[in-house]
């Protein structure tokens, strides 16, 4: 009896026990609750004009072009040359060949030197190319893993874009390693990165200040001809939702608001998609029909970008490919430049034409669907270029070579579009699809 008497009082016991679990549980998601909602912000370092341009975020130029230098520079030196300033302005020389050049500002009457902060481009700024990548998620070891991400780079930079955009995630977790590791892949580009952080960069580092220290600012803005780029992260940290506090709207208000033909703003997280992918089970990331996974200053940030008819670039979903108009704005989700499940076409990233101000051409380019390969022959006189395209479209390339001997430089297809005394030559061809192969002499 007392056995049987003891079954029923611990049986008795867990039935009191269960009926408290529901008011347990509720404890449990509200504390949750709580702590996903009252996260910190990073520290978004926003570049002020004066600042504008440095190494981080230099300007860009054609030789024969301006650029706009802060109203506070008494004197300026492009490599020990000095130059007049007219109008908040400086003219470049033709015969500046294309490349980086330093500048050096001379402020309050101390001179101060900004190390790459000018690229002149080869490139027609009335024509020209730009690339996003996005989500390279750099690995802490050196490996397989890391070279590939390289080569994707390598093939971008072969490409010949004017610039290139990375929109986040550049590492795992924002580690020490993993930023010197992503400044090896980027090693070998020619044109300006221009960069802005993403969720997995606050994980290690809250406030960002390995990614300043790296990167530079989060928040910017620059030109190049009459298209204006706008830098917007918006993050919390650390986890995957954005938001935008009254600061950054303030800011991103005031640079939208510049006077250009076109404009883009750099975001890493999705404002607004037609998918939701597993944060569409999230009830307030749903919104008439659209999913958003900014849950501050979302009717804020629209209103700024609807009114400057805007185009947005994100990444963060990493297999996504999709361009969604919402709000008279265009939102282009860019895929990984990684390897991952559900990336069944591999690394991808987005490839842009913008012709006197529009863009005339977009597409998400497979890094295993284009090979670019240059052979020199005849003693570096001579080169000999194949392509295998097997998308299908036609890609725009920029190709740049160096070749002995003196100009001018002959392409038996494509266009030269710029001959330097150096024996640098760019040629610009529509790579169609299938295999193409021309030489230059």
Request: aromatic share 12%; net charge negative.
């Amino acid at each position: 009896m007392n056995e049987k008497s003891n079954i029923k009082t611990r049986e008795t016991a867990k039935l009191e026990n269960i009926k408290y679990l529901p008011i347990l549980l509720f404890i449990l998601g509200l504390i949750v609750t709580l702590l996903v909602s009252n996260v910190p912000y990073p520290n978004l370092m926003r570049l002020s004009e004066d600042d504008y341009p440095n190494e981080y975020v230099p300007t860009l130029v054609e030789a024969g072009g301006n650029c706009s230098i802060p109203s506070i520079v008494q004197k300026l030196w492009i490599d020990e040359q000095e130059f007049s300033i007219n109008d908040g302005k400086i003219e470049i020389p033709e015969a500046f060949e294309p490349g980086w050049y330093n500048l050096t500002l001379q402020i309050e009457g101390t001179n101060n030197t900004r190390k790459n902060s000018l690229y002149v481009t080869p490139l027609n700024p009335g024509n020209f190319t730009f690339i996003q990548v996005t989500d390279t998620h750099t690995p802490i070891f050196m490996g397989s893993d890391v070279e590939e991400r390289k080569n994707v780079y390598d093939l971008v930079n072969d490409m010949g874009p004017a610039f290139i955009v990375d929109t986040g995630d550049m590492t795992d977790y924002g580690l020490e390693e993993q930023y010197i590791n992503y400044e090896y892949i980027i090693s070998d580009l020619e044109m300006p990165l221009y960069t802005v952080p993403g969720n997995m960069e606050t994980y290690s580092d809250p406030n960002l200040d390995r990614y300043a220290a790296h990167l530079g600012p989060a928040n910017y803005y620059f030109k190049f001809n009459d298209t204006l780029f706008v830098a917007g992260a918006a993050l919390h940290a650390p986890r995957s939702w954005g938001g935008f506090t009254d600061e950054q709207i303030e800011f991103i208000d005031g640079a939208m608001a510049k006077d250009a033909e076109l404009k883009f703003l750099l975001h890493h997280i999705p404002i607004v998609s037609e998918e939701g992918r597993d944060y569409s089970l999230v009830p307030w990331s749903k919104r008439d029909g659209i999913f958003s996974q900014v849950d501050r200053g979302f009717d804020e940030i629209n209103n700024i970008l609807s009114i400057e008819q805007a185009r947005v670039l994100t990444g963060h979903w990493h297999t996504y490919s999709n361009e969604f108009e919402y709000n008279d704005v265009i939102f282009y989700n860019t895929p990984s430049v990684v390897r991952m499940s559900g990336n069944t076409d591999g690394p991808r990233f987005r490839l842009f034409r913008i012709e006197d101000n529009v863009i005339k051409y977009d597409k998400v380019i497979s890094y295993e669907r284009l090979s670019i390969h240059k052979e020199y022959v005849l003693a570096g006189t001579e080169a000999v270029i194949s392509i295998q395209n097997d998308h299908d479209f036609s890609i725009p390339l920029n190709l740049h070579l160096k070749l002995a001997g003196s100009p001018p430089f002959v392409a038996t297809q494509g266009e030269v579009v710029k001959n330097t005394t150096s024996g640098d030559i760019w040629v610009s061809f529509n790579a169609p699809n299938g295999y193409s192969e021309f030489t230059i002499h």
